[in-house]
Nanobody, 124 residues
């Protein structure tokens, strides 16, 4: 079992930045692929970014590529999402996910472990 806890969400003005953190406990998180998704009210969950267990492979959704950066620190059992140039349409609940797979996939069905989410609100 892996437990995931997100932090770093909050209220930010458009054009600002936030860094989300996903702290993992339990099994060896360094062997897990990690990912970030988000879900806005009334919308389906949306893939944002994923990273391999080693950090050498990253995958991004086109909607955030160039603005968001996923990274990880296996010594701290943490995956990060740096979000820059935030827009009001980035407002959503952000979720961290993990799976004991070497492949950083973009489908939510590939991830068996999820955090509770952290809320991000971008004001115009």
């Amino acid at each position: 079992q892996v437990q995931l806890v997100e932090s770093g969400g909050g209220l930010v003005q458009a054009g600002g930045s936030l860094r989300l953190s996903c702290a993992a406990s339990g099994r060896t998180f360094s062997a897990y692929a990690g990912a970030w998704f988000r879900q806005a009210p009334g919308k389906e969950r949306e893939f944002l970014a994923a990273i391999s267990w080693s950090g050498d492979i990253t995958v991004y959704a086109l909607s955030v590529k160039g603005r968001f950066t996923i990274s990880r620190d296996n010594a701290k059992n943490t995956v990060y999402l740096q979000m820059n140039s935030l827009k009001p349409e980035d407002t959503a609940d952000y979720y961290c996910a993990a799976d004991p797979s070497s492949h950083p996939g973009s489908s939510e069905y590939e991830y068996g472990y999820w955090g509770q989410g952290t809320q991000v609100t971008v004001s115009s």
